[in-house]
């Protein structure tokens, strides 16, 4: 069975950092891209940022510049570096990653439980 587990987040404040983590197990034939995103009450998800197989990474404006996605793909593991945090970062912070199941062709999108970032000014 293959799943996405976060760790990280909590409590942070204004200017300072935080760092989150996944990693995907299970039956693993190819882990495409993986991807952060966030849900804050009351407002849809959005995506944070993503990063392909081969490194290539997007982000969203509201956290260029100051967010950093990688990943170690020898460990099934993506990361986000969050620094310059603000109280508009606080939310429910989701992984993402679209895996190709051993035995199978295509890829399929998995989300992690979600970690609770909260950002006091």
């Known amino acids: 069975q293959l799943q996405l587990v976060e760790s990280g987040g909590g409590l942070g404040q204004a200017g300072g950092s935080l760092r989150l983590s996944c990693t995907a197990s299970?039956?693993?034939?190819?882990?495409?891209?993986m991807g952060w995103y966030r849900q804050s009450p009351g407002k849809q998800r959005e995506l944070v940022a993503t990063i392909t197989s081969v490194g290539i990474t997007n982000y969203r404006d509201y956290v260029k510049g100051r967010f950093t996605i990688s990943r170690d793909n020898a460990k099934n593991t993506v990361v986000l570096q969050m620094n310059s945090l603000k109280p508009e970062d606080t939310a429910v912070y989701y992984c993402n990653a679209n895996i190709v199941k051993r035995g199978t062709i295509f890829g399929s999108d998995y989300w992690g439980q979600g970690t609770q970032v909260t950002v006091s000014s």
């Open positions: 299970g039956s693993i034939s190819r882990l495409n891209a």
